[in-house]
């Protein structure tokens, strides 16, 4: 069984940073697309980013391109959301996910595992 546990969420001022973790345990990370969804309430989830096995390709949102990054350390199976320029609609909760996904990279149902969510909270 693969579990997520994702880290590093909290309250920062518009402009600031956040650098999110997930660690992966449980089944081999390199087997894995990992991926960044959030959501907000009312809303539905949103994919943010995503990286590839390898972590030589990655897949951004057009509305956190420029701002935010992901990266993956496959010796410490743990995928990072670095945030940058936060602004109050980032505030949400921030998901990590673990998945085949393919061309499903961005919506939910390409990934199998789920972290339990970690909030960012961005005040104006």
């Known amino acids: 069984q693969v579990q997520l546990v994702e880290s590093g969420g909290g309250l920062v001022q518009a402009g600031g940073s956040l650098r999110l973790s997930c660690a992966v345990s449980?089944?081999?990370?390199?087997?894995?697309?990992m991926g960044w969804f959030r959501q907000a309430p009312g809303k539905e989830r949103e994919f943010v980013v995503a990286?590839?096995?390898?972590?030589?390709?990655?897949y951004i949102a057009d509305s956190v391109k420029g701002r935010f990054t992901i990266s993956r350390d496959n010796a410490k199976n743990t995928v990072y959301l670095q945030m940058n320029s936060l602004k109050p609609e980032d505030t949400a909760v921030y998901y990590c996910?673990?998945?085949?996904?393919?061309?499903?990279?961005?919506?939910?149902?390409?990934?199998?595992?789920w972290g339990q969510g970690t909030q960012v909270t961005v005040s104006s």
């Open positions: 990286i590839s096995k390898s972590g030589g390709s990655t």
């Open positions: 996910a673990a998945g085949s996904a393919g061309l499903r990279l961005r919506v939910p149902v390409g990934y199998d595992y």
């Open positions: 449980g089944r081999t990370f390199t087997s894995y697309v």
